[in-house]
């Protein structure tokens, strides 16, 4: 998404509103408690923070050691606007930054998408040497192609993802997937027919590629409750649900890794 300045500016103004963005930071948040407790001072970074909704949001969680990178001008300096730690760092070089140090957790939301077939294997390596033997990298990804729409182009996502695709590239990069689910399973018939309107609409030249706009938008108070409300519902009643426009993994150090 680098370059798409009005992009950044919208999801500067809207993750902490937005039922998505809560959604998800609220999912990040759990899993690091299950692994860390009520621990306050874990290590974590944020690989790919945008304007730093997530830091922003455990920061006011009380976590204390918290920082992130960027590869965006606008990102890191709608970062700096919240007083975060980041540092504009291009991931595709993220081997080189500060090599000698370690996370607890180490997260990476809506990152691969950007990243072609060939490129994504060194980047999950890299990651991977970010961790402490303990740690734990949380990504969450979008998901299924039959979820590609307006939003794709407007945002630049080159591709989707199913759980199937991540499987082979663990070995290599020395990790494991410890959880994984799709989400947003009890909101995806009304995603998918706003997705596909938006497919129809390119199709039929209602919409141009040139114009789209993505889903980064503040519905009406009531929907924007609502929706995070069945969305906050499905968490608490489902720990695995099988389809979702995302795919949230916690991935671990495989054995081997511990070892070396």
């Given amino acids: 998404m680098i370059g798409r300045s009005e992009e950044y500016a919208k999801m500067f103004e809207l993750e902490g509103r937005l039922w998505w963005y809560r959604s998800l930071h609220e999912r990040v948040q759990t899993i690091l408690a299950q692994q860390f407790g009520n621990r306050r001072d874990i290590r974590v970074l944020d690989a790919g923070c945008g304007t730093g909704g997530m830091l922003d949001f455990l920061r006011k969680q009380g976590y204390t050691d918290i920082k992130g990178i960027d590869g965006s001008d606008d990102a890191v300096t709608f970062c700096h606007e919240r007083s975060l730690s980041v540092t504009k760092v291009d ?24 990243f072609t077939e060939s490129e ?15 740690g734990i990298l949380i ?28 499987t082979p590239l663990m070995p290599a990069a020395g990790l494991r997937i410890s959880q994984s689910t799709y989400w947003s399973f ?24 040139e114009n789209a706009r993505s889903d980064v938008y503040l519905p009406s108070t009531w ?5 995070y409300q069945v969305a906050h519902t499905e968490q608490n009643l489902f720990a695995r649900t099988p ?7 916690v991935l671990k150090k495989s054995h081997k890794s511990k070892k070396s």
């Avoid at 009890?186 to 590629?209: C, E, F, K, V, Y």
């Avoid at 389809?243 to 993994?249: C, K, Q, R, T, V």
Wanted: net charge neutral; charged share 15%.
């Fill in 91 to 114: 991931l595709k070089h993220l081997a080189h930054f500060e090599p000698e140090v370690r996370y607890d957790a180490v997260l990476c939301n809506d990152i691969f998408c950007y």
């Fill in 120 to 134: 994504l294997p060194p980047l999950l390596a890299a990651l991977a040497n970010r961790l402490k033997p303990d």
């Fill in 139 to 166: 990504t969450n990804n979008n998901a299924f192609s039959i979820f590609r729409g307006q939003h794709d182009i407007a945002v630049g996502i080159l591709r989707r993802f199913v759980l199937a695709d991540f």
């Fill in 186 to 209: 009890l909101l995806s018939p009304l995603i998918l027919l706003m997705r596909q309107w938006q497919r129809l609409g390119l199709a039929l030249g209602w919409q141009t590629a």
């Fill in 223 to 227: 929907l924007n409750e609502t929706l």
């Fill in 243 to 249: 389809f979702g426009s995302s795919l949230l993994m």
